[in-house]
């Protein structure tokens, strides 16, 4: 499972680095307002999809796909995120 994650991550960096041309990816690493825009997108999705029962793994993958592009577009390292969460561990 966190292979998974620390997979996507990587994948948002390498595309960082060495941009590959089409990719939707690099689209959104690159176009912050894009970014911002499919997260809101994807999470009203989300929320529509558990209130109407349907979608909504689909869609969840979806927010955290788009979060995690708009976090690296950003300059947010997700390890800085992490290690704020575990600090508030009580």
């Not at 998974?4 to 994948?11: A, D, F, M, P, V």
């Not at 809101?40 to 793994?57: F, G, P, R, W």
């Not at 592009?69 to 390292?77: F, H, I, Q, S, W």
Request: no cysteine; charged share 35%; glycine share 2%.
């Amino acid at each position: 499972m966190l292979n998974t994650l620390e997979s996507l991550i990587y994948l948002a960096r390498e595309r960082k680095k060495s941009p590959v041309d089409g990719s939707y990816t690099n689209k959104l690493l690159s176009d912050k307002s894009l970014s911002k825009e499919k997260v809101q997108e994807e999470i009203n999705e989300l929320i529509e999809a558990v209130e109407n029962n349907s979608n909504k793994i689909h869609e969840a993958a979806d927010v955290l796909y788009h979060f995690i592009m708009y976090l690296e577009a950003n300059d947010v390292k997700i390890e800085d995120v992490m290690n704020e969460l575990n600090k508030r561990k009580k």
